[in-house]
């Protein structure tokens, strides 16, 4: 039953990934078709939900690995697009964005990881890694508009009129939708850092060591501390800016992802999520 889901879930990925680059590319001074996408990704979502809740929760136990993780962030990031999409112009981030979902889904299925359980009881974990997980998403979310900013900066910058720059919304509306990702997702890692840190025995009941998971989580607060004081004091803007969000996002991943793919995958080994 999963595996028919996620063939299914990889067809409609990747066949609305083919419409919107297609439309793009030969359309786009026509008005894009927003509710007919919406219509099509939103029981896509419900089987994707289906597909990250089943194994996700046991009984009063949450089940997670590489798979899992990368599962969970995938469906969140979509459902914040089709979410935001009703009150943002987010018309463009589709492009980077149902590729991205259907390459974690297929590497989901095909590297499951070595699966590790957490008791949902203990609130102050679960308010952890809830804060970090979501705070994952919002960056990748900046991330894929930073990509889309750095590409349409170079067009205006060789005065070039592409068919990108016709169908993205204007430059300034993307760094707003970016910055504002950052400033909700900094929060939310925040959060994150300040429990796992200060708070280690509450919420892993063990004192904090310095793993390369808490190195990379710390580095990551401090390059979206820096951009976030950047941007209020200097103003920072365009090209600049949305590379530091991708070297943070970068970080981020190395912290959470890049550690679960090298204990689960590579070592072959459960990861606790610290």
């Known amino acids: 039953m999963q595996t028919a889901a996620t063939i299914i879930l990889l067809f409609i990925y990747g066949g609305l990934a083919a419409y919107v680059w297609g439309f793009w590319q030969n359309r786009p001074n026509e008005t894009y078709p927003l509710a007919r996408e919406l219509a099509l990704l939103a029981p896509a979502l419900a089987v994707h939900a289906w597909l990250v809740w089943s194994p996700l929760v046991s009984g009063n136990m949450v ?25 943002y112009p987010l018309k463009g981030l589709q492009i980077l964005l149902y590729p991205l979902a259907a390459f974690s889904l297929l590497l989901a299925v095909t590297l499951p990881g070595q699966a590790s359980g957490y008791a949902m009881s203990n609130l102050p974990f679960i308010v952890h890694v809830g804060s970090s997980i979501l705070a994952y998403c919002l960056f990748g979310i900046a991330t894929l508009l930073a990509v889309l900013i750095i590409l349409l900066e170079r067009d205006l910058r060789r005065h070039r009129m ?51 998971k808490a190195v990379f989580g710390i580095a990551s607060w401090l390059i979206y501390a820096v951009l976030l004081y ?38 072959g080994r459960s990861s606790l999520l610290r």
């Not at 997670?64 to 935001?84: D, E, K």
């Open 230 to 267: 950047l941007r209020v004091v200097r103003s920072w803007r365009g090209k600049k800016a949305a590379w530091w969000v991708i070297i943070g996002f970068l970080s981020l991943m190395l912290a959470y992802i890049g550690s679960k793919f090298v204990l689960e995958i590579l070592l």
């Open 63 to 87: 089940i997670f690995s590489f798979g899992h993780a990368l599962n969970l962030v995938t469906w969140l990031m979509l459902l914040m697009y089709m979410i935001g999409s009703i009150f």
């Open 162 to 212: 592409s068919a990108l720059m016709r169908f993205l919304p204007p430059l300034l509306s993307l760094e707003k939708l970016m910055f504002q990702g950052i400033w909700i997702g900094f929060a939310l890692l925040t959060v994150s850092v300040v429990s796992g840190t200060f708070f280690a025995e509450i919420v892993f009941g063990a004192p904090f060591q310095w793993t390369h």
